[in-house]
C-alpha cells in the first residue's frame, strides 16, 4: 500500500511539472509576408498581408458564350432564330428514350431548315424530300422524320430524341 501511494504521488508530480515547461518554437522568417523593412512582399502560399489565404470568387452567371447567352440561366444560340433560346420553353421538344434529356426543335419559317438543341450540341438539318437531314459529309449522318405522326432525331443507327 506504501508502494502504491509513493507511485501515485510520483506520477502526479512528473504529470504536473510537466505542465509548466515550454517547448522551443522556430519560425522561419524566410516565408514571412512582410520583409525586414516592414513591406509587403509577395507571398508564396497565396496569403493576404494578415497572412490569410486569397480566394478568387467565383462569379455565378459569368458564363455568357459568344453570343452573350447564360447557360447558368438556361439559354443556347439559335442559329436560326438569331437569338438565345431557352430549350424548355420552345412549342417543340424531343426526349431522349428514358426521358432524362430535352431538345429543342426549330423550323426556319420557310420550313427548309430544322435545328435541334441539345445538351450535346446543335444540329442544323435541310429538308430533303418528306425529311431533314445533315449535311452529307457529317459522320454519323443525322436524320429528322415523322414516325407515326411524331418527330424523331436519330442517326442511321439509332433513335436520340423523339417528340414528347
Known amino acids: 500500500m506504501k508502494i502504491f501511494k509513493i507511485t501515485l504521488l510520483l506520477s502526479l508530480y512528473l504529470i504536473v511539472s510537466s505542465c509548466g515547461t515550454s517547448k522551443d518554437v522556430i519560425i522561419d522568417d524566410s516565408i514571412s509576408p512582410i520583409d525586414k523593412s516592414g513591406d509587403i512582399i509577395q507571398d508564396p502560399y497565396g496569403n493576404n498581408e494578415k497572412g490569410n489565404p486569397v480566394y478568387e470568387p ?94 424523331v432525331f436519330e442517326t442511321e443507327e439509332k433513335i436520340l430524341y423523339s417528340e414528347l
Open 58 to 151: 467565383e462569379i455565378v452567371g459569368n458564363d455568357s458564350d459568344e453570343h452573350g447567352c447564360k447557360a447558368s440561366a438556361g439559354y443556347s444560340w439559335s442559329t436560326l432564330k438569331k437569338e438565345c433560346i431557352r430549350v424548355f420553353e420552345l412549342k417543340m421538344q424531343l426526349s431522349n428514350s428514358d426521358k432524362t434529356k430535352i431538345a429543342g426543335l426549330i423550323f426556319s419559317e420557310d420550313q427548309l431548315k430544322a435545328e435541334i438543341i441539345t445538351s450535346e450540341g446543335t444540329f442544323l438539318l435541310e429538308k430533303y424530300n418528306d425529311m431533314y437531314v445533315s449535311h452529307p459529309q457529317s459522320d454519323p449522318h443525322y436524320f429528322l422524320r415523322k414516325k407515326n405522326g411524331k418527330w
